[in-house]
Structure formats: C-alpha cells, structure tokens
C-alpha cells in the first residue's frame, strides 16, 4: 500500500513538472533558480528516450522558427558525468527542440536542470511526450514496457503516474504482440492503433494489415476480417448466428485480454474459447488467469 501511495504522489509531482516545462522562459509564472543558458554541445540526447522518430520536414520548420524567435520552450535536462562528448547534460524532454536548434545553427539553449534518477527521467519523458502526443503508438508501448520491465510498475499503478486509465495502458503494450512487420506500419503511419489492435488476436495480422492499408478499410471492417480464419473457411457454417450482446461480450473479453475470446452457448451452459498463437502468448494468458 506504501507503495502505491508513493506512485500516486509521484503522478501528481510530474504533472506538476509538466506543466512547469510547458511555461515558455519569458512567460513563467516565478523565476525557476536552476534555469539558465547551456553551450549545445554540453547536452546529451537520453539513449532511453522513448521517441525514436523525428520527421526530417518538421525539424527544419522548428529549426527556421529558431532562427528568428530562438527556443521559446527550454529543454529538460538532468545533470551527468562522463557522458560521451564530454557532455555536463543530459536531455529527459525536448530532444527534438535540441536537434532542430543545432540545424538553426545556435550555440546554445534555454534549460531546466532537474536532478532527477533513470527512473524519474524515463518517466518524465514518457508523460511529456504522451500529452503532446509526439510518440506513435509503438513507441509509447515500448516506454510503458520499459518502465514496467525496468521499474516493476503493475499497468494500474502505470496508468496513474503517466495520467491514463488502465485500459489505455493494456491496450497500447497490446501493439507489442504484433509481428514487427505490423510494429512498423504503426510506427510509420500507415497503419492506426485502433487498426492494429483488431489484429492483436487475428490468424495472419501481417496479411490483413496489408490488405487493410491497401483498401483503406474502417476499424469495423478490420475487425470483421480479422475474425475469419486464415483460408476464408467459415467456422461459422452450421452454427446459429450470435446475437449482438454475445459478440459484444467476445470483443469486451478479447479487448481485456488480449487473446481472441469466443463464446459458444449451448442448450445448457456453454463454452469459453481463449485462442493463443505461441508458447510465449500461453505463458502469459496462464500469468493473466492466476492473479488475484
């Protein structure tokens, strides 16, 4: 229970630091002590920063702003020693300020030094590029996984640090169950995460993601293809069809679980049908059924 109250005081302090780095230099509402210039060659990137995507397009249009207003938001950095470079800092939030200010050509930029540790620093980047909504969705379901794997967070206790529910949590790490090829057209836009998910469960995701992209299908109609079993063949046929509360009751279940739920009545009782695809997704659905 310590614990949990502990998280739930840390979520509230990195809100409040959120909205602290969201406050441009000039318009901050009292002087922070530790805000100053830094030579740009002192800062670091943060190799655990969970964004790893940055648009060539838009760094040149942040960099061409820069150039004639200068860098209006400073960034957040912590202090370190011995990082390559000889760098004194390095970056937990504003890497992508910090690379468009080297193609404006600055010498140096507005900072927020924070001594704050790797677990702190991972969530604080984690929450400021999830509420500016510049991560794709695998990148956020890697940041979860490592705070999870990395920090021992449970998904409830995730949720209430990074300020989303339980649910938006479970069904972001579901991405990570998709073959990489599907990771990788999330991650490039041309697949959603509303998308990708109804693949999570699907016989050949790979295929169907194509065909997704390709047609250009709604989220309903991924899901209607994603049910069907690879070859086509109905396994439906002979069966009566389900009503409307039944199949919503599958996707509720398979949405919770991140397995394909299906749910066969019968003149009494009935069946429960969890699909898996490997040992490692078997491991996990028994670790899901076990806890308390």
Same mark, same amino acid.
């Given at each position: ?23 441009? @230099? ?6 922070? $002590? ?5 030579? !740009?060659?002192?800062?670091?990137? +943060? ?9 060539? =397009? ?13 860098? !209006?938001? /400073?960034? @957040? ?8 470079? *000889? ?29 704050? =540790? ?10 400021? +590029? ?18 999870? =794997? ?15 529910? #339980?649910?938006?949590?479970? +069904? ?24 990708? #998910?109804?693949?999570?469960? $699907?016989?050949? /995701? ?15 109609? &991924?899901?209607?293809? &994603?049910?069907?079993? @690879?070859? *086509? ?35 009494? *009782?009935?069946?429960?049908? !969890? $699909? ?6 078997? =491991? ?9």
């Amino acid at each position: 229970m310590a614990d949990d109250r502990s998280d739930r005081r840390l979520g509230r302090g990195l809100a409040a630091l959120i909205g602290e780095m969201d406050q441009p @230099v000039q318009a901050a509402a009292a002087p922070v $002590a530790s805000d100053r210039s830094v030579p !740009i060659e002192m800062i670091a990137r +943060n190799p655990n920063n969970p964004r790893r995507t940055f648009s060539d =397009d838009e760094l040149d249009d942040l960099a061409r702003s820069m150039r004639d207003h200068g860098v !209006i938001q /400073p960034i @957040v950095v912590r202090p370190v020693a011995g990082t390559g470079g *000889g760098a004194s800092h390095e970056i937990i939030a504003g890497e992508r300020r910090w690379r468009a200010a080297q193609r404006a050509g600055l010498t140096e930029v507005p900072v927020i030094v924070r001594e704050v =540790d790797d677990r702190s620093a991972l969530e604080l980047a984690i929450v400021e +590029n999830v509420q500016r909504s510049d991560l794709n969705p695998i990148e956020e379901a890697l940041g979860y996984r490592q705070l999870m =794997d990395d920090h021992g967070y449970g998904q409830s206790d995730l949720g209430d640090v990074i300020g989303k529910s #339980r649910s938006h949590v479970a +069904n972001t790490l579901r991405l990570l169950k998709l073959p990489d090829s599907v990771q990788a057209m999330v991650s490039a836009g041309d697949l959603s995460a509303g998308h990708a #998910r109804t693949l999570v469960t $699907a016989d050949d /995701p790979a295929a169907i993601a194509r065909k997704i992209v390709a047609e250009g299908l709604s989220v309903r109609q &991924a899901e209607t293809l &994603a049910q069907k079993p @690879v070859g *086509g063949d109905d396994r439906s046929i002979g069966k009566p069809a389900k009503d409307t509360d039944l199949v919503a009751l599958e996707k509720t279940l398979s949405d919770a679980s991140g397995y394909r739920v299906e749910i066969q009545p019968k003149a009494k *009782g009935g069946e429960v049908r !969890i $699909a898996y695809q490997s040992l490692e997704q078997l =491991d996990d659905l028994c670790r899901l059924l076990q806890r308390q």
